[in-house]
Nanobody, 126 residues
Framework: QEQLGESGGGLVQAGGSLRLSCAAS????????MSWFRQAPGKEREFVAG????????YYADSVKGRFSISRDNAKNTLYLQMNSLKFEDTAVYYC???????????????????WGQGTQVTVSS
């Protein structure tokens, strides 16, 4: 059964850094687009960053461009999100997600993804 599991969240001061990890089962990781989303209290889940397998395209939300970096370690079946220069407004539960089919694009809407991790809390103090 395909599974995703995030880790690495925590409490950090504004301006600090965190690295999130998402461990994926083998079938999910190989040949699949993988993305990060986040959801703050009272807000909808929003796209943060995604990376396709086919072509290796990478996309970021405008709000995190230049501060966040997504990468994947194929040998470890792990997706990462390096978050630098964190802001108070980055506070949210962060989720990794994958579609149930191999696609070359990086969808930015949650409805395009079928598998989700349990989420990891990121809290940025101002």
């Amino acid at each position: 059964q395909e599974q995703l599991g995030e880790s690495g969240g925590g409490l950090v001061q504004a301006g600090g850094s965190l690295r999130l990890s998402c461990a994926a089962s083998g079938r999910l990781f190989n040949f699949y687009t993988m993305s990060w989303f986040r959801q703050a209290p009272g807000k909808e889940r929003e796209f943060v960053a995604g990376k396709s397998w086919i072509g290796g395209s990478t996309y970021y939300a405008d709000s995190v461009k230049g501060r966040f970096s997504i990468s994947r370690d194929n040998a470890k079946n792990t997706l990462y999100l390096q978050m630098n220069s964190l802001k108070f407004e980055d506070t949210a539960v962060y989720y990794c997600a994958a579609p149930s089919r191999s696609i070359s694009t990086v969808p930015t809407t949650p409805g395009e993804y079928d598998y989700w991790g349990q989420g990891t809390q990121v809290t940025v103090s101002s």
